[in-house]
Nanobody, 115 residues
């Protein structure tokens, strides 16, 4: 069982930055594939970014060049640095850990971008 706790969400203005954190339990964090997903009201949950154990990354087209996913294995934490935020980035952001065939989700953190 893997437990994930997200933090760092909030209300910001367009153009601002936020950094989300996802702290994971378990001693095998370095073998987890970590991902950030988001779900806006009335929409399906979508992948934002993912980072593999060997630090390969992939991003949704809508966030490329603005968001950066990273990981600190010593702290068992994944991050999502979000720059140049737009109103359409408003959503609940969820962290996910893929451990072999299993996926574990965090509880989500709200990000609201509004002037």
């Amino acid at each position: 069982q893997v437990q994930l706790v997200e933090s760092g969400g909030g209300l910001v203005q367009p153009g601002d930055s936020l950094r989300l954190s996802c702290a994971a339990s378990g001693s095998s964090f370095d073998i987890y594939t970590m991902g950030w997903y988001r779900q806006a009201p009335g929409k399906q949950r979508e992948l934002v970014a993912k980072i593999t154990p060997d630090r390969r990354t992939n991003y949704a087209d809508s966030v490329k060049g603005r968001f950066t996913i990273s990981r600190d294995n010593a702290k068992r934490t994944a991050y999502l640095q979000m720059n140049s935020l737009k109103p359409e980035d408003t959503a609940v952001y969820y962290c996910k850990a893929d451990v072999g065939p299993r996926g574990y989700w965090g509880q989500g953190t709200q990000v609201t971008v509004s002037s």
